[in-house]
């Protein structure tokens, strides 16, 4: 997600319905997070700027579920913003 602000990318996660939303899971099924609120938010915005990590930055992990779920579910969430 190039573009929106904090609030479409919550939108979109909360819209995935397969993946769990965890910043690190340790296991093989789909994760999906936002580092700017999960991991890094007691960083300022300007310093998470200058390591990238955007208020729209979406981590996504694949895991062992069928691809085609997984396709269906991120385009799904992408209608949804």
Not at 46 to 67: P, Q
Request: hydrophobic content about 45%.
């Amino acid at each position: 997600m190039v573009d929106g602000d904090i609030t479409t990318t919550i939108k979109f996660v909360d819209s995935l319905k397969i993946p769990y939303i965890a910043p690190s899971f340790g296991g093989c099924e789909s994760i999906v997070d936002q580092p700017a609120i999960m991991s890094y938010w007691d960083l300022s915005q300007a310093e998470r700027a200058k390591y990238g990590i955007l208020d729209n930055l979406v981590r996504f992990s694949f895991g062992v579920e069928d691809y085609e779920d997984l396709e269906a579910d991120v385009l799904q969430a992408l209608e949804a913003i």
